[in-house]
């Protein structure tokens, strides 16, 4: 399985960007779909995932303000993010986990900076 990454770059503060991700290769339908994000010196935090089936959970910081969708057919995940801040200045990694026996594998895309100016 293979995570593709798009979207990122410079935005200012308040405005908006929209980040998507295409998996190729067998991920089954259970599966969540998520996104990350990390900054230098820090553990990388969940932002929101989804499951399969539409259920969505997103992190305190970004309620209200960033929207997680995905489309099953072309196995991408999209995170809309709106309002942005300084503070969500980092790179985002997009995510699959599927349960694997008595675990979970991950999946990991390649990481995408995004940089909200002040």
């Known amino acids: 399985v293979q995570l593709q990454a798009f979207g990122g770059g410079l935005v200012q503060a308040g405005g908006s960007a929209k980040l998507s991700c295409a998996a190729s290769?067998?991920?089954?339908?259970?599966?969540?779909m998520g996104w990350y994000r990390q900054t230098p010196g820090n553990t990388r935090e969940l932002v929101a995932d989804?499951?399969?089936?539409?259920?969505?959970n997103y992190a305190d910081s970004v309620k209200g303000r960033f929207t997680i969708s995905r489309d099953n057919a072309q196995k991408t995940v999209y995170l809309q993010m709106n309002s942005l801040k300084p503070e969500d200045t980092a790179v985002y990694y997009c995510?699959?986990?599927?349960?694997?026996?008595?675990?979970?594998?991950?999946?990991w895309g390649q990481g995408t900076q995004v940089t909200v100016s002040s």
């Open positions: 995510n699959v986990r599927r349960p694997q026996g008595i675990g979970v594998i991950n999946y």
């Open positions: 290769g067998s991920i089954f339908s259970i599966n969540v």
């Open positions: 989804i499951a399969y089936g539409g259920a969505t």
